[in-house]
Nanobody, 115 residues
Framework: QVQLVESGGGLVQPGGSLRLSCAAS????????MGWYRQAPGKQRELVAI???????NYGDSVKGRFTISRDNAKNMVYLQMTTLKPEDTAVYYC?????????WGQGTQVTVSS
């Protein structure tokens, strides 16, 4: 079982940047596929980015070229660097860990993009 704690959300102006962090409790963190998802009010949760244990990365179409996911297995951390933020990026961002049929979610961190 892995516990996830997100941090780094907040209020940012359009065009700005934020870096989200997710701390994982598991000692086998390196074996998980880690991901970031987001959910805006009235919308379904959607994929932002995932990174596998082997370092393969996929991004949601709406964030390609603007967001970067990375992981530090030595620190049990996964990051999401967000640049050129838009108002439509406003959402609660959730960290996810997945391995075979097991999945775990963090509590989420709010990102608000507004002038």
């Amino acid at each position: 079982q892995v516990q996830l704690v997100e941090s780094g959300g907040g209020l940012v102006q359009p065009g700005g940047s934020l870096r989200l962090s997710c701390a994982a409790s598991s000692t086998i963190f390196g074996s998980y596929t880690m991901g970031w998802y987001r959910q805006a009010p009235g919308k379904q949760r959607e994929l932002v980015a995932i990174i596998t244990s082997g370092g393969d990365i996929n991004y949601g179409d709406s964030v390609k070229g603007r967001f970067t996911i990375s992981r530090d297995n030595a620190k049990n951390m996964v990051y999401l660097q967000m640049t050129t933020l838009k108002p439509e990026d406003t959402a609660v961002y959730y960290c996810n860990a997945r391995q075979l049929l097991y999945t775990s979610w963090g509590q989420g961190t709010q990102v608000t993009v507004s002038s």
